[in-house]
């Protein structure tokens, strides 16, 4: 078996050793790839000189390739740097960090565009270096799309230099919760130390990463969560708030009812000076404005809100935020940006813009909106709930109901309009590197096959085995993978007489009080 990951179209074995190391030359094509792709070749030990030639074909699919070996040496033909890029990559699996392998043929393109990852990094800060190693990661996998959450009501995590106190400010919080234990009651068992000062990133840190991950054919989409989770920024400028009143940054998880008031113009310059610096930090041209969970209990008592959706004749507060939406999205459009945000903003769908690009994380209404979104020509990004969130116990989320992911999965045959699948990693309760490593690659690893490999190609038993055969290279590039038991979901196995039903409750009740559960059963065993 051909061991790689995602599963290529079509992969030949062939006769003979390749060498595959510093010592190989690159010639041809692409030479703007060639000093990234001279970091990432094999230190030679025992290999050869030989050379690697790169054939530009506008033939190949957009980021697909073609690998040919002969007498030694490597060609990889493709249409443009992406899929010149990804065939070095399927090289650096066959190696395993060794400086060969086994001469093989292959021919390769993706299912979908956009094959992405979320890290939340406003909950939880993860320093750069984990953020570059994480990508490095993403790269092998052939993933490209970078989401990067950097605020909400816990945190926010990038510095704006107009408004200081973003991140004098508004990334500090008093304590963190621990787990759902006494949530209802707010009695959750919580860690009392400060958290979050000085951690952000700066305007530099945030182009090195950009640079970094462009090397790597990564395009990075930032987030800043807006009008609802928008606490940490009313507690620096309570005057953008409904109220006006003076708030503190959450300490809570969950979903807060002071969220930005949109009868307030305050809060449109505010959010048009942001996007100013931060739409000259991040090329790419997509920005995702969060727009979910958005409580509007507080627009109905104020004012400002009120007048607001009087003067311009809106349906209600929902139709408010559709108008917020509208608005902001015309700014980035100025900018030449696209607007992503999540599934929510659908809910007030009149003159929204068809260009904006929802992310799909939870059925609203059984779904008719989305699917009425993708049938009148609108993109979607797939990120399901059920199945692709990352932060939530393998007893809940079996690898292979995550590896299982599509548009079928939500009732969608015609994928024309998706544009992929995405898995997002919150960090509520991952509140270290070893937690979110055990939470994520695996996951990362079974949604990158998901996006990349044709529906007929997919098979979670042949994947496994791949998955399996590949743990100490995983392992060796800093994405270790949890014991295949606990990937399986089987963490409840002292109760084998529970339905599945029962087990995913019990499991989910074991996550809920202790999030590290599954990490320390996975020690002890």
């Keep these: 078996?051909?061991?790689?990951?995602?599963?290529?179209?079509?992969?030949?074995?062939?006769?003979?050793?390749?060498?595959?190391?510093?010592?190989?030359?690159?010639?041809?094509?692409?030479?703007?790839?060639?000093?990234?792709?001279?970091?990432?070749l094999p230190d030679a030990k025992t290999a050869g000189e030989n050379a690697l030639t790169f054939v530009q074909d506008a033939?190949?699919?957009?980021?697909?390739?073609?690998?040919?070996?002969?007498?030694?040496?490597?060609?990889?033909?493709?249409?443009?740097?992406?899929?010149?890029?990804?065939?070095?990559?399927?090289l650096l699996q066959l190696c395993a960090g060794r400086d060969h392998f086994e001469a093989?043929?292959?021919?390769?393109?993706?299912?979908?565009?956009?094959?992405?990852?979320?890290?939340?990094?406003?909950r939880h800060f993860w320093s750069v270096e984990k953020i570059k190693q994480i990508l490095d990661v993403m790269a092998l996998l052939k993933m490209n799309i970078f989401h990067w959450h950097l605020t909400d009501d816990q945190g926010w995590r990038v510095e704006i230099k107009?408004?200081?106190?973003?991140?004098?400010?508004?990334?500090?919080?008093?304590?963190?919760?621990?787990?759902?234990?006494?949530?209802?009651?707010?009695?959750?068992?919580?860690?009392?130390?400060?958290?979050?000062?000085g951690l952000f990133y700066t305007q530099e840190q945030v182009r090195e990463v950009v640079a970094y991950a462009k090397e790597?054919?990564?395009?990075?989409?930032?987030?800043v969560d807006m009008p609802g989770h928008f606490v940490a920024v009313i507690a620096c400028y309570p005057e953008i708030s409904c109220t006006g009143e003076p708030t503190e940054v959450c300490d809570r998880w969950g979903v807060m009812e002071n969220i930005a008031c949109c009868g307030k113009e305050d809060v449109y310059n505010f959010v048009r000076d942001v996007l100013d610096e931060l739409c000259e930090l991040f090329p790419y041209p997509y920005f995702h404005i969060g727009g979910d969970e958005v409580p509007k209990d507080h627009w109905k008592t104020c004012p400002n809100c009120q007048a607001k959706i009087k003067e311009l004749g809106l349906k209600d507060e929902e139709a408010l935020q559709g108008h917020f939406n509208n608005v902001i999205a015309s700014y980035l459009k100025s900018k030449g940006k696209n607007t992503v945000g999540w599934n929510e903003i659908l809910k007030a769908t009149e003159n929204l813009d068809h260009n904006i690009i929802p992310q799909w994380w939870i059925p609203l209404d059984d779904s008719v909106r989305e699917?009425?979104?993708?049938?009148?020509?609108?993109?979607?990004?797939?990120?399901?709930?059920?199945?692709?969130?990352m932060d939530h116990a393998y007893a809940m989320r079996p690898l292979e109901k995550t590896y299982g992911f599509g548009p079928k999965s939500v009732g969608v045959e015609d994928d024309t309009n998706v544009l992929g699948i995405e898995a997002p990693q919150w960090t509520e309760y991952i509140r270290d590197e070893e937690k979110l490593n055990f939470n994520t690659f695996a996951r990362v690893i079974a949604i990158a096959e998901a996006g990349w490999t044709l529906e007929?190609?997919?098979?979670?038993?042949?994947?496994?085995?791949?998955?399996?055969?590949?743990?100490?290279?995983?392992?060796?590039?800093?994405?270790?993978?949890?014991?295949?038991?606990?990937?399986?979901?089987?963490?409840?196995?002292?109760t084998p007489d529970l339905n599945e039903e029962e087990r995913v409750k019990k499991a989910y009740g074991v996550w809920a009080n202790d999030p590290y559960f599954e990490l320390k059963l996975s020690k002890k065993n």
């Design 371 to 389: 699917k009425k979104w993708l049938a009148e020509g609108g993109k979607i990004i797939l990120s399901i709930l059920p199945y692709v969130y």
């Design 162 to 197: 107009k408004y200081p106190l973003l991140t004098e400010k508004g990334a500090i919080r008093k304590s963190t919760a621990l787990s759902l234990t006494g949530y209802d009651k707010h009695q959750e068992p919580r860690d009392y130390t400060e958290y979050g000062r």
């Design 104 to 122: 093989i043929s292959v021919e390769d393109a993706p299912r979908y565009h956009h094959r992405g990852f979320m890290l939340d990094c406003a």
């Design 216 to 223: 790597r054919q990564i395009n990075i989409i930032p987030e």
């Design 1 to 40: 078996m051909i061991q790689l990951i995602p599963k290529p179209v079509c992969a030949k074995q062939e006769e003979g050793i390749v060498s595959f190391s510093k010592k190989t030359q690159m010639h041809g094509a692409f030479n703007g790839l060639y000093k990234v792709l001279s970091t990432m």
């Design 59 to 90: 033939e190949i699919p957009a980021e697909g390739y073609r690998i040919a070996c002969e007498n030694g040496d490597i060609t990889i033909t493709a249409s443009d740097e992406s899929g010149a890029f990804y065939g070095v990559m399927t």
């Design 456 to 494: 007929e190609n997919k098979d979670y038993t042949n994947f496994e085995s791949r998955l399996e055969a590949m743990r100490d290279y995983f392992a060796s590039i800093g994405a270790p993978l949890p014991p295949m038991w606990i990937y399986r979901g089987d963490t409840i196995g002292e």
